[in-house]
């Protein structure tokens, strides 16, 4: 069994550590301080040692923090107010700054400063904005440009804007009616434009497709008179060819020909003389 002055001895060292040791978690940094004077504050995850009676330590948040205010209202270039509910993620960068800026590392004063510097930017961002651009643009773009423009900004508050985004924009009722008028009468504009440019590009194919049909049909007819006028002349050719080696022949055929054309019809009448050379092959029928 250990004696009294073992435990006694046990009891103080716990004692001394507890008050001569801090520990550092994975998401936290912190400030040692001699006599309320910042000492060091680049600490890493651990335990550290400090004096007890000279030295006491704080921790404060390694990770992301929010600033999530109640919507405010802006105006736009044209003077007309829109209502903007947005949020920032910051962190703390620079914890020795930080904890002298904020009184002792207050949170909610931070925020607070850091919303005045941000609602200065905003109001600066919308003023150059109409409300058009504000409500129908890209909303993105207009943040993305202002954490551009208030990157450097919270540094004198040893912080580090991570990100600001918009969670939604909203139009006061007397505001809403009016530019959802201008909305509607540009986008009325912009169709009326789409349908004469159709239009036009619909006539303009139109006229160019009668005039390729009247081209494609003129050729064709050229072509079919061309063909027809060949074939004629080789008919010609060789109907002179198989007649002329046989006159008496070709005598009785055109004459066949002739007496189907003339009887062809039911009430046809001729008023011709039976000697007539017509009747040649019907008196005749060798033809002399």
Do not use: C
Not at 11 to 39: D, G, H, N, P, Y
Not at 252 to 266: E, H, I, N, P, V
């Amino acid at each position: 069994m250990m004696g009294p002055k073992i435990i006694i001895a046990v009891i103080l060292l716990a004692l001394i550590a507890s008050v001569s040791l801090f520990k550092v978690q994975q998401w936290e940094q912190a400030i040692v301080f001699k006599f309320r004077e910042i000492e060091r504050s680049d600490y890493k995850p651990g335990l550290h040692f400090k004096i007890p009676g000279v030295n006491t330590s704080q921790t404060f948040e390694k990770r992301l923090l929010n600033l999530d205010q109640e919507p405010q209202r802006f105006l736009t270039k044209e003077k007309k107010d829109v209502i903007v509910d947005y949020y920032v993620k910051w962190r703390i960068s620079d914890v020795g700054k930080f904890y002298t800026i904020s009184l002792g590392g207050d949170v909610q004063y931070a925020n607070g400063l850091l919303e005045q510097r941000i609602t200065r930017a905003l109001r600066d961002e919308f003023g150059k904005k109409t409300v058009q651009e504000v409500v129908a643009g890209d909303r993105g773009e207009i943040f993305d440009a202002l954490a551009a423009t208030i990157a450097q900004l919270p540094q004198e508050l040893g912080i580090l804007v991570v990100d600001i985004r918009t969670k939604r924009i909203d139009l006061p009722a007397e505001v809403s009616h009016s530019v959802y008028e201008r909305m509607r009468a540009e986008r009325l504009r912009v169709a009326k434009d789409f349908r004469a440019r159709g239009a036009e590009a619909a006539e303009r194919i139109s006229a160019t497709a009668d005039r390729e049909r009247e081209v494609i049909l003129a050729n064709a007819y050229r072509d079919a008179e061309i063909t027809r006028g060949e074939g004629d002349a080789q008919a010609t050719e060789t109907y002179a060819a198989a007649f002329g080696k046989d006159k008496e022949f070709y005598a009785f055929y055109r004459s066949l020909t002739a007496y189907q054309k003339s009887f062809g019809g039911q009430n046809d009448i001729l008023l011709i003389s039976p000697e007539s050379d017509f009747f040649k092959y019907f008196n005749h029928p060798l033809g002399r």
